[in-house]
């Protein structure tokens, strides 16, 4: 098992920046994927991006490629997203989840945060 728990997120004007901290406990965390996913009202849940489990490789979303930054530090069990220059339609809230590899399908991770409200005013 492993638990997540994601903090950071709030309200921010648009054009701003906000850092998401996901910390995890439990089974090996070095060993996992990690993945960010967002969920806006009425939507479904989208990918944001993910980080293998080096560290040395992530992916994104087209829509936050150049504004986020998925980064990991396994000595603190922690995974962090970055996002600069905000838009309103990132209002949602995140989530960060891991599983075996970098997917861009939520279904494919095993074990999720609670999530974190990220809401970004015009």
């Known amino acids: 098992q492993v638990q997540l728990v994601e903090s950071g997120g709030g309200l921010v004007q648009a054009g701003g920046s906000l850092r998401l901290s996901c910390a995890a406990s439990g089974r090996t965390f070095s060993s996992y994927a990690m993945g960010w996913f967002r969920q806006a009202p009425g939507k479904e849940r989208e990918f944001v991006g993910a980080?293998?489990?080096?560290?040395?490789?992530?992916s994104y979303a087209d829509s936050v490629k150049g504004r986020f930054t998925i980064s990991r530090d396994n000595a603190k069990n922690t995974v962090y997203l970055q996002m600069n220059s905000l838009k309103p339609e990132d209002t949602a809230v995140y989530y960060c989840a891991a599983g075996s590899g970098t997917y861009n399908k939520w279904n494919a991770y095993d074990y999720w945060g609670q999530g974190t409200q990220v809401t970004v005013s015009s």
């Open positions: 980080i293998n489990w080096t560290g040395g490789t992530a």
